[in-house]
């Protein structure tokens, strides 16, 4: 690696690792905890992804491209997955009834807002569940949506949306499966456009400034996050109609996960002299 590439990596790296580290040192995680997590990751993607064309992946070229040692890469290799994939998969599944509860005509009013749904019957919520949340007891998703106060239900059992967006808000678990797959996909698509040629780059743009007073930024937050979930309702219309479990009379090869993201960022910057 060129000297300069290396240097720009490294401190890439120390900006990247700054919010983390800090969210680690707040729950506990010890640099030594980091260091075993930092090690499952690099066994695992020198095992499935840096092996050499038309060989058998190897403890030890693990070992080498990882400099660490055989018996520290066959012990790794060996430790039982850790996976958030329940939180994962509620997560999605509270989102897509949500989603099918803003843009399916059949569960929206005169209006073309989301519809009160009794629990039961042709036009419900349980049709609602069981149309874009597959085997999930109608019930259980019920429950879920109160829970975060995406629904409320009144006393003749009516279920009303109170918010277009499932954020789950109430458990650090929760919140942290988000981070792992939010930060994930934005820096995935990083590494992708610095390995891709400009015509395969994908989306990655933002706005900043660093010059700016503390008084107008509410009202901006506001702006940008309205703006924001009108695009983001948008796009999901779009991709919605493309996707096999709304809809299952699409037609195409392979199985592809993509999506859009925005998010808010704000802090004080460092004084200037």
């Known amino acids: ?79 039982a997955p850790l996976s958030d994939a329940d939180l994962q998969d509620s997560y999605n599944r509270a989102v897509r009834v949500i989603g099918g509860w803003t843009r399916d005509s059949a569960f929206l009013d005169a209006r073309g807002e989301p519809a009160a749904l009794p629990l039961e019957g042709p036009t419900s919520f349980s049709e609602l569940v069981r149309r874009y949340s597959g085997d999930v007891p109608a019930r259980a998703m019920l429950d879920e949506l109160l829970r975060v106060g995406a629904v409320v239900q009144d006393a003749q059992g009516t279920i009303r949306l109170e918010t277009k967006a499932y954020v789950p808000a109430h458990t650090d678990e929760e ?53 924001a979930f009108e695009l983001l309702q948008q796009l999901d219309k779009e991709l919605s109609a493309l996707d096999r479990d709304a809809n299952p009379s699409v037609q195409g090869s392979g199985r592809m996960r993509a999506g859009v993201g925005i998010y808010y960022f704000e802090e004080p910057c460092e004084p200037q002299d």
């Open 1 to 79: 690696m060129a000297s300069s590439t290396h240097t720009a990596l490294q401190a890439a790296i120390l900006r990247l690792l700054k919010p983390l580290v800090r969210l680690l040192l707040r729950h506990g995680v010890s640099f030594g905890g980091f260091v075993e997590l930092a090690k499952r990751v690099y066994v695992e993607l020198a095992l499935s992804e840096f092996g050499i064309p038309g060989r058998k992946p190897s403890v030890s070229r693990a070992a080498i491209i990882t400099g660490l040692t055989r018996k520290e890469v066959t012990r790794v290799s060996q430790l």
């Open 175 to 227: 919140k942290l499966a988000i981070l792992g797959s939010d930060v994930a996909d934005l820096v995935t698509t990083i590494d992708h456009n610095l390995t891709q040629p400009p015509e395969h780059s994908r989306l990655q743009l933002k706005v900043a400034y660093d010059n700016l007073p503390a008084e107008p930024l509410p009202a901006f937050r506001g702006t940008a996050a309205r703006r």
